[in-house]
């Protein structure tokens, strides 16, 4: 089955770190754009930030520009969501998705209705 697994998340302190992780089996995305959104209980899905195929383009919502950080390893098959300098209206779960109707574009949405195959995602809660 296609599919994408996130980890890492959990419990940390404000102004902590935390690298979440999100692997893909079934297929490879490798060609084509992944995203992370988050969602908090009583919001809306946010878009947190995006990367191309290759890696060499990234998005960050507002929100987070300055302190998350996105990157991917294709040969791991899995994408990465560096957290830095955490705050409290951080907490959320954090989803990844990617667009496999995007094929080595230098688009990468900031739409979660763009994405086509999501996780199930990962606890993120901070708190001291």
């Known amino acids: 089955q296609v599919q994408l697994v996130e980890s890492g998340g959990g419990l940390v302190q404000p102004g902590g770190s935390l690298r979440l992780s999100c692997t893909a089996s079934g297929r490879s995305f490798s060609n084509n754009p992944m995203g992370w959104f988050r969602q908090a209980p009583g919001k809306e899905r946010e878009f947190v930030s995006a990367?191309?195929?290759?890696?060499?383009?990234?998005d960050y919502g507002d929100s987070v520009k300055g302190r998350f950080f996105i990157s991917r390893d294709n040969a791991k098959s899995t994408v990465y969501l560096q957290m830095n300098s955490l705050k409290a209206e951080d907490t959320a779960v954090y989803y990844c998705?990617?667009?496999?109707?995007?094929?080595?574009?230098?688009?990468?949405?900031?739409?979660?209705?763009?994405?086509?195959?999501w996780g199930h995602g990962t606890q993120v809660t901070v708190s001291s």
């Open positions: 990367i191309s195929w290759h890696g060499g383009n990234t």
């Open positions: 998705a990617a667009d496999i109707d995007n094929f080595r574009s230098l688009l990468i949405p900031r739409w979660g209705s763009e994405y086509d195959v």
